[in-house]
């Protein structure tokens, strides 16, 4: 999907309207990144010889921030816990510029919320494997991430937020 075309071009030399489906990736970068590491010490001691809790979390934003040209915000938390310590806290913001020109609407949102992070997740990845080795841990690696499960999982969220919020209630 990332050089989807759709031909419906006119002659350009007779002014007409290119209506062809235009999608790039504009750039990509780290927003935020943090790494905290509060007890190493004590830490790493309990992780030679206990296997640590990992807790990770991943969220999405897009928003608008030009004519065509969107910004999507991959958000992701890795949590490490050694019994009740934590070993490590990473978090990191990785986000990419996407131009979307002609893009019909019903296909936008799915775009930027699968599409687009599956584009941005490799790089994450590394991000996030590097920064915990930096930090003296075996590097995290993140397994692949299934961005339509997540997108199709929103989607039943907030049609069953929306069918108990039009429920009435009579007392």
């Given at each position: ?64 921030v030009g004519e065509d040209v ?96 039009n429920d009435v209630i009579v007392?």
């Amino acid at each position: 999907m990332s050089d989807e075309t759709e031909n419906t071009n006119v002659d350009a030399a007779a002014g007409t309207e290119n209506t062809e489906v235009q999608i790039a990736i504009l750039g990509q970068y780290i927003k935020d990144l943090s790494f905290e590491n509060p007890t190493p010490a004590q830490t790493l001691q309990k992780l030679s010889q206990e296997k640590p809790s990992m807790d990770i979390n991943v969220n999405l934003n897009a928003r608008g921030v030009g004519e065509d040209v969107y910004e999507v915000d991959l958000k992701i938390t890795a949590t490490a816990k050694a019994g009740e310590d934590t070993a490590f806290v990473s978090e990191l913001v990785y986000s990419g510029l996407f131009a979307a020109k002609n893009l019909p609407e019903n296909t936008l949102q799915p775009f930027l919320m699968i599409e687009a992070p599956r584009q941005l997740f490799p790089f994450a990845r590394r991000i996030i494997s590097d920064v915990t080795r930096d930090g003296g841990f075996p590097p995290l690696m993140l397994e692949p991430i299934d961005f339509a499960a997540l997108y199709q999982q929103q989607i039943q969220q907030a049609q069953t937020q929306q069918a108990a919020e039009n429920d009435v209630i009579v007392n």
